[in-house]
């Protein structure tokens, strides 16, 4: 059985779209991340949510916009997507937010803006 | 802010040792070591936390120096399927909101 899930697995689609990745653990963990991977591999936290609850909004567009409508459950929505949005995204959950708790990632979503 | 990976890069024959550093500027609570294979996600190989202590897996084990700040990936023997990219993550400790901080990477090969 999947631990993190995401979908879809690829997403193409025009600049100005608006586009939502979803994800789904069934770890019964706590909190769930967004990050964000681009072309030169560097993987950079987007976004935390701790039983539904923001914690971590990184300096991000505001065309980005998480959702979480239970703990198993976060959503990434993006409007008006930029060429710039093209990378990789993973999803990751963790029991907790402490410095100990250890982080699992989703298999990714490779976005790509055209 | 980012922690320093060295090296960037390293090529290996099947059998041989590698060590991958993760260095800080700032002082932390524990470092995540994971393994990308291209395409894939990354994978959670280990946690160091603080107290300095070393842990192992198979072949592959760590260490964290808390006064140096910094972490230490040791590959033993390599095997083909160590290849991949290298990614420790780093936690201050201050926040509590589970914030890792990861650095740029290293990429491993191992050739046969």
């Known amino acids: 059985d999947t631990a993190v899930s995401q979908t879809p697995k690829y997403l193409v689609t025009q600049m100005g779209n608006d586009k939502s990745i979803k994800c789904e653990q069934n770890l019964g963990h706590d909190t769930m991340y967004w990050y964000k991977q681009d072309s030169k591999k560097f993987l950079k936290i987007m976004f935390s949510?701790?039983?539904?609850?923001?914690?971590i909004n990184e300096t991000v567009p505001n065309r980005f916009s998480p959702k979480s409508p239970d703990k198993a459950h976060l959503n990434l929505h993006i409007n008006s997507l930029e060429l710039g949005d093209s990378a990789v995204y993973f999803c990751?959950?963790?029991?907790?937010?402490?410095?100990?708790?250890?982080?699992?990632f989703g298999p990714g979503t490779r976005l790509t803006v055209l | 802010q980012q922690p320093v990976q060295s090296p960037q890069a390293v090529i290996l024959r099947e059998g041989e040792d590698a060590v991958i550093n993760c260095s800080s500027s700032?002082?932390?609570?524990?470092v995540h070591w994971y393994r990308q294979k291209h395409g894939e996600a990354p994978v959670f190989l280990m946690i160091l936390l603080k107290g300095g202590e070393q842990k192992g897996h198979e072949k592959i084990s760590a260490s964290f120096n808390e006064k140096k700040q910094q972490s230490s990936l040791y590959l033993t023997a390599s095997q083909l399927s160590y290849s991949g990219t290298y990614f420790c993550g780093t936690d201050k400790g201050s926040s509590n909101t589970g914030k890792l901080i990861f650095g740029q990477g290293t990429t491993l090969q191992v050739k046969p």
């Open positions: 949510y701790n039983n539904k609850e923001l914690i």
């Open positions: 700032k002082a932390l609570y524990s």
């Open positions: 990751a959950s963790s029991l907790g937010t402490g410095w100990w708790d250890t982080q699992y």
